[in-house]
């Protein structure tokens, strides 16, 4: 049975920081690539920040600078470091996993080619 399992939200105030972290279990985790989406109230989910199984990764530009994705494959744990956050980055956010293998037909941010999913954590940043 594969579990994702996020941790680390909060509450931080605007220019502070928070560690999230993604628990994968019953997958062959260095076999997938990873990302963290985020979801906003009355927004459609969106890709944050992406890693693959190079170590190579990618960020939607309103993060880039800020956010940092990271993975340990020894620990099946993805992480997502997240300094000077703002009130804009309040939303819910999602660990995925897709496997190496699988091409992806709208790029690393496309939802549907995301087969394992977290159940969310909540980040809110006060002004």
């Known amino acids: 049975q594969v579990q994702m399992v996020e941790s680390g939200g909060g509450s931080v105030q605007s220019g502070g920081s928070l560690r999230l972290s993604c628990l994968a279990s019953?997958?062959?985790?260095?076999?997938?690539?990873m990302a963290w989406f985020r979801q906003a109230p009355g927004k459609e989910r969106e890709g944050v920040a992406y890693?693959?199984?190079?170590?190579?990764?990618l960020y939607v530009d309103s993060v880039k600078g800020r956010f940092t994705i990271s993975r340990d494959n020894a620990r099946n744990t993805l992480y997502l470091q997240m300094n000077m956050l703002k009130p804009e980055d309040t939303a819910v956010y999602y660990c995925?996993?897709?496997?190496?293998?699988?091409?992806?037909?709208?790029?690393?941010?496309?939802?549907?080619?995301?087969?394992?999913w977290g159940q969310g954590t909540q980040v809110t940043v006060s002004p």
């Open positions: 019953g997958v062959t985790y260095s076999d997938y690539r």
């Open positions: 890693i693959n199984t190079y170590d190579t990764t």
């Open positions: 995925a996993a897709s496997h190496k293998r699988r091409s992806f037909s709208r790029g690393p941010f496309g939802e549907q080619d995301y087969t394992f």
